[in-house]
């Protein structure tokens, strides 16, 4: 069923040495800037108190989006507990818009972490039928898919259906 999109043979690698400690990331002590925090990333499509929604840059996955927490803080455990409770529905909300856009079957969330310091989740849209794609297949194989034009990544995640994403959290119903 899942499948890699690369052709066989492929041949199992060795795990390089070590590197510890590791190199500081973005936004942490002693690395570079957090490019969420200094602006570097594209623009928020949607916004409320505690959360950001960004499309990607150069990615392949049409209606996928990113959010980020406002506060500059790394994981689920270092969110201030008003925000983190907040997750969950505003998740539920965003899974729901991206259903709604057309040939998605099902909407996969990674939260890696590795580049950045400051906490953001993709929600990247699994292609209906394209099953070889499932589970950790999707990210790999949204790397070596063709990509969309920038404007037509934003165009996707600007195009949230009336209700699905509320623009204030007082509208929600
Ligand atoms: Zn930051």
């Known amino acids: 069923m899942s499948t890699l999109p690369y052709q066989e043979p492929l041949v199992v690698r060795e795990p390089g040495p070590l590197q510890i400690p590791e190199p500081a990331r973005r936004g942490e002590p002693g690395g570079p800037p957090c490019a969420i925090c200094s602006g570097e990333t594209r623009a928020a499509v949607w916004s409320e108190e505690n959360w950001t929604l960004h499309p990607p ?18 994981s689920f455990s ?8 907040t997750f ?9 818009a991206i259903l709604s856009l057309d040939d998605v079957a099902r909407v996969h ?12 989740v993709w929600f990247l849209p699994r292609p209906l039928g394209m099953l070889e794609a ?40």
Do not use: C, K
């Open 57 to 74: 840059a150069q990615g392949s996955l049409v209606g996928a989006v990113w959010l980020a927490s406002r506060v500059h803080e790394d």
């Open 78 to 85: 270092d969110l201030p507990e008003e925000v983190a409770s």
């Open 88 to 96: 969950g529905p505003v998740a539920a909300r965003i899974e729901r």
């Open 109 to 120: 969330l990674y939260r890696w972490g590795d580049g950045g310091a400051h906490f953001h």
């Open 134 to 173: 499932s589970g950790m297949m999707l990210p790999v194989w949204e790397d070596v898919l063709p990509n969309v034009a920038d404007s037509g990544l934003a165009e996707a995640a600007e195009r949230w259906p009336a209700g699905s994403v509320p623009a204030t959290p007082s509208s929600s119903g």
